[in-house]
């Protein structure tokens, strides 16, 4: 390839819309261009790092077992409400309808579409086990999207289904993708952690996390300094606080506590630290009221409310709710709650006492609240969203919170959507038995971007050379050398027949717009071919990753450009 003739048109301005650092070099270096928000086109550099990622992608796949399929974007809206997540993914999921007034969506993910393919062809037990993956591209319709690639709401992604006859066999086809996974993001470069996650809207059981650390991650997971606790923030728990001694339990009092709607504004009227605060948070569950109960410093995480009432959608009260129920937002107190209120309190909950809370009354508290006596929580479960500082479940040294983009997540299903889908094979007994499933998700272009996060520098991008749009760029110095020219030629001539992904930079440009270029688009090596080092017999060389410098005679400048990519990460 040639950069005169390459669309590759980079840009010497940060573009105002992009807020982080993959979005500012993949617009500059001319790998992507906007559409509208949070879709994209793909220029040749762009598609050749997407087509990279791919490739090492498919050899993985392949060579865990799984098989290549393709699978429609467009998908019927009915298998999507049989598992409930029609509801489930609510705005996210894109919906339209046909001519006929047929609802569909557009798949964010295909286990409605894969299962029954499946159980239509491969329906006894000496079909299995069975793997199928394609590589294709997903939708997310975003509330807000950003951050360029990270948070698009068109994505390429891989994403495989396993089927197996039993538990067993499932967790064996976990542990070969698992594997595979590493592979993949071992070769592509990532510096990631994998972690156990919350199943979230994908729901099952078993599920892991592949996270690349990255300063501008929205992903946050909890580590221990020790190194015996890695989780998604999401699904980490923190050591449940030790329960305190015998206290004399003081009478519940009512107080005035004019204007204060707020944990902030009681703590501050009253001289009572928050966490001795009782928080009564109200969601609605399918229509039916539910109170988190949390010490007042503590935020409900609601994944964690959410993933135990799954399928059931929750979400927080809505003053509208407040007033059905007679409750006074903001003074809500769990003495006062409607009889059909499912109670649920964080585990902190069960080792206080003396509790400060609302009254259930305008600018009214109460003190002294005590459960048992005063109010009754129907189960204590993990609420609190972890922070900073919590103590490790394992060793109870305090936890860091870190950053990360996920751009892999694998989960054991079970029968999550055989069940709903009634998706059966014949056992060896001639019973009908549901598929045990696995599904395993990769973000392409979450690799891509991920990738950039973690491998830049003010000049501009540094790939790895297994997913960079070029191994070398010959950089031809002086395009009105005629010497020069034919020896970049030549060089570059070799190099292809050698088996290298080379640009040539024949560009009518000065000598520093190439230099800025290679440098920006991040060719992991570059090969100067100028009119100076040409008289001397010389070419020069350059290292992206570390920018070291070196020579080489110009008979064997391939050759030397090859050994300079064999060091290159
Ligand atoms: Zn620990």
């Known amino acids: 390839m040639r950069a005169s003739t390459l669309f590759a048109r980079t840009l010497r301005e940060d573009p105002a819309e992009a ?97 029954p393919l499946v159980a239509g062809d491969l329906s006894s037990y000496r079909d299995l086990p069975v793997s199928v993956y394609q590589i294709e591209w997903k939708y997310r319709d975003e509330y807000r999207p950003r951050f360029g690639l990270l948070r698009g709401r068109e994505f390429l992604m891989k994403d495989a289904y396993s089927f197996d ?10 542990a070969v993708m698992m594997d595979a996974y590493r592979r993949i993001f071992d070769r592509c470069g990532l510096t ?215 751009v892999g997540h694998i989960f054991e299903l079970g029968t999550k959507y055989s069940a709903p889908l009634a998706a059966t094979f014949v056992e060896e007994d001639g019973t009908d038995v549901l598929y045990q499933m696995g599904c395993y998700g990769v973000g392409l272009s979450r690799i891509m971007a991920a990738a950039v996060e973690q491998r830049h520098d003010e000049q501009g991008i540094v790939w790895s050379k297994t997913i960079a749009p070029f191994e070398v760029v010959v950089v031809l110095a002086n395009a009105d050398d005629d010497r020069a020219v034919v020896e970049a030629e030549r060089i570059y001539a070799e190099l292809r027949e050698r088996g290298v992904d080379v640009l040539l930079d024949d560009r009518d440009e000065r000598a520093g717009v190439k230099f800025a270029d290679a440098d920006l688009i991040g060719y992991p090596v570059q090969v100067v071919v100028g009119k100076r080092g040409v008289e001397a017999g010389t070419v020069d060389l350059k290292l992206r990753s570390t920018g070291e410098r070196s020579q080489a005679p110009l008979a064997v400048a391939a050759t030397a450009a090859l050994d300079l990519l064999a060091t290159a990460p």
């Open 19 to 115: 807020e982080v650092p993959s979005h500012v070099l993949l617009l500059r270096g001319a790998f992507i261009r906007p559409v509208m928000s949070g879709v994209f086109t793909a220029l040749p550099l762009g598609l050749r790092v997407l087509r990279k990622i791919e490739g090492i992608i498919r050899e993985e796949m392949d060579a865990s077992g799984a098989q290549e399929v393709r699978m429609p974007i467009v998908l019927p809206a009915e298998s999507w409400r049989a598992t409930g997540r029609y509801e489930a993914y609510g705005d996210t999921l894109f919906k339209l309808r046909d001519r006929h007034g047929r609802e569909m969506v557009l798949g964010p993910t295909q286990e409605e579409v894969v299962t």
């Open 192 to 406: 990631y952690v994998v972690v156990e996650a919350d199943p979230g809207t994908i729901g099952g059981g078993t599920n892991h996390e592949f996270m690349a650390i990255a300063e501008v991650g929205e992903d946050l997971y909890v580590t221990c300094p020790n190194g015996d606790y890695l989780a998604d923030t999401e699904a980490a728990t923190p050591r449940a606080p030790e329960p305190v001694g015998e206290l004399d339990l003081e009478p519940m009092v009512e107080i005035d506590t004019p204007g204060a709607g707020t944990i902030a504004e009681v703590v501050e009227q009253l001289g009572r630290p928050a966490s001795r605060m009782l928080k009564v948070v109200m969601f609605d569950a399918g229509g039916s009221p539910v109170a988190a109960l949390v010490p007042g410093d503590r935020e409900v995480n609601e994944v964690k409310l959410e993933r135990r009432f799954f399928p059931t959608p929750v979400r927080r009260f809505e003053d509208g709710d407040f007033e059905r129920l007679g409750l006074v937002k903001g003074f809500v107190g769990p003495h006062g709650l409607p009889a059909d209120a499912v109670v649920l309190a964080d585990h902190a909950v069960a080792g206080g006492a003396n509790w400060v809370t609302g009254a259930n009354a305008h600018d009214r508290h109460v003190t002294g609240a005590n459960v048992g006596r005063d109010f009754s929580v129907g189960g204590y479960t993990d609420l609190v969203q972890i922070v900073e500082g919590d103590p490790c479940p394992e060793c109870g040294e305090p936890l860091r919170i870190e950053r990360s983009i996920v």
């Open 165 to 174: 006859r039993d538990e067993e066999g499932m967790h064996a086809s976990y």
